[in-house]
């Protein structure tokens, strides 16, 4: 069974790790802030100029005039900082930024990530996206395994306009964890009771599968 939007942000946020500074795309990264393990120092930057996201707001926290960068409602938590947008891209391409999690199109078996443009249909562009996969070493991208008509998105080469070249070495989609190594898309863990068949059958670009693929757990 595919994993929920839910489920994908709560993996994610079992890469974090104590003292990173965090960077969370628009979609389903988002939803990695009401995931961060209990008792972990995680300080979540947005592009937009905040250091110190807190989960999304309940009704009696709502301010709508803190938002992140998709312009979505959210909280800041207790230390957080202000800042202009021009500060926070430094801070970005100043290779501040300890783990990214992006959302995207496509991405292929060089690492390569298209996340910002389908041609023909109308984008507000490309945002933050192209300074965050050339600021971070450390990327994760989550999405789904396929399109709604069941084309896969891991491919052997993006066919949309790129963020970025050969930045994403993580990929979690609804189906699998997988990470990029040597041209190849290497298969680590699968979703609850999706066989690797079906992964293999959804993968366009090339896919190692080592003899066991663990299935996550969730409580």
């Not at 992140?68 to 947008?85: D, E, P, W």
């Not at 293999?200 to 670009?205: C, F, R």
Request: hydrophobic letters at 45%; aromatic letters at 6%; a negative charge.
């Amino acid at each position: 069974m595919a994993l929920t939007r839910e489920q994908m942000a709560q993996r994610v946020a079992r890469e974090m790790q104590d003292g990173f500074y965090v960077n969370l795309g628009i979609g389903i990264p988002t939803l990695v802030a009401n995931y961060i393990p209990d008792g972990m120092e995680v300080m979540l930057q947005s592009e937009n100029g905040l250091l110190g996201m807190g989960p999304f707001p309940t009704e009696e926290t709502i301010d709508a005039d803190m938002i992140n960068a998709g312009k979505q409602t959210v909280t800041a938590r207790i230390g957080a900082s202000i800042f202009s947008s021009a500060e926070s891209f430094a801070m970005i391409r100043g290779g501040h930024v300890d783990l990214t999690v992006l959302g995207a199109f496509e991405v292929d078996v060089h690492g390569n990530i298209a996340s910002w443009m389908i041609p023909g249909k109308l984008v507000k562009g490309m945002g933050g996206a192209m300074d965050l996969v050339a600021g971070a070493e450390n990327i994760i991208v989550i999405m789904t395994h396929a399109s709604k008509d069941g084309e896969s998105k891991l491919l052997s080469q993006c066919s949309l306009p790129l963020t970025g070249a050969n930045c994403i070495k993580r990929v979690l989609t609804d189906l699998a964890y997988l990470e990029i190594d040597n041209g190849a898309f290497v298969l680590k863990e699968r979703a609850p009771g999706v066989s690797v068949e079906e992964i293999v059958s959804k993968t366009a670009g090339k896919l190692i599968v080592p003899d066991h693929v663990p299935e996550m757990h969730f409580e």
